[in-house]
């Protein structure tokens, strides 16, 4: 919305000239994460007392409760959903034609790399990995754990929002089931399919679990794999939009029947090839 304020044309004149897009944008962007992670403290706090089951029931809730939020919020399109974000590429487009998008994400997925493995480095991240081992062992430790959780919730949530940002420009459009239950199933299946302690195994299972979603994309691919069964069943006529959400809960299942602890594991790139730890070495 401040991106729309500033560059675009939807509300009114811009607020800020073009010229200064490549400075105003990356700030934009930062404040999106930093109100993501103040509005996780909805969450992580009426959850202190719960875990399992009942935390995913609090999680789904409050998304339910944003997305019914925003269908009645009028002044951003409600239920329409909300566009404009492209008139802040386009200001980078005057500037120079090249693919900015693709260089803020780059560098963005880059910087998110950097930070989390600085995270998991800190006496933040060894109280996260001690909590996920034993959360009474912990306590026992004294390990604030409460105060760990919602550190590691709003980083998380921060770093999602400017994803989300990201996503909104790239996109140029994005309505309130944008970020719906199913948003979040592809990302806990790259989680669970690359390894819940490994950010290698999570960067490896992202590209291989979006490039699968391409691939689904395709019609002719999905004739292709289905025409067995099409041949028993001619009256049946797959899509590729119902194939994709067969394809990843069965994906999500083998992958917890035959490798429960994802593609690394707890394991690292650096344990596989010594050779990077020197990238992976923070002081």
Known sequence: ????????????????????VLIVFPIILLLGGVVA?????????????????????I????????????????FIGGSRGFQGMKDTYW??????????????????TAFTVWAIRRFISSTYGKGVNAICQDEVAAEIMSVNTNKIKIINFMVAAGLAGCAGGLYAHIIGYVNPQSFNILKSTEAMVMVYLGGMGSLS??????????????LLRSQ?????????????????EPSAGVIKWVMIPLLLVIVMQ??????????????VFPWLKKFYRFK
Do not use: Q
């Not at 980078?92 to 693919?99: E, T, Y």
């Not at 195994?201 to 391409?214: H, K, M, N, V, W």
């Open 1 to 20: 919305i401040i991106s729309v304020f500033c560059f675009g044309t939807k509300f009114g004149d811009p607020m800020l000239p073009a010229s200064s």
């Open 37 to 57: 992670a103040v509005s996780s403290l909805l969450v992580s706090v009426p959850s202190f007392k719960t875990r399992d089951d009942y935390l995913a029931i």
């Open 59 to 74: 999680s789904i809730a409050v998304n339910y409760m944003i997305i019914s939020a925003l269908e009645n919020m009028d």
């Open 91 to 108: 200001a980078m487009i005057d500037i120079f034609d090249g693919p900015w998008m693709l260089f803020w994400v780059i560098l963005f």
């Open 201 to 214: 195994g999570a960067i490896i299972s992202a590209i291989l679990f979006t490039g699968l979603l391409e």
């Open 220 to 236: 002719a691919i999905i004739d292709g794999l289905l025409s067995p069964i099409t041949w028993m069943f001619p009256e049946w």
């Open 258 to 271: 035959f490798r429960p602890e994802g593609i690394m594991g707890n394991r690292e790139l650096s344990d």
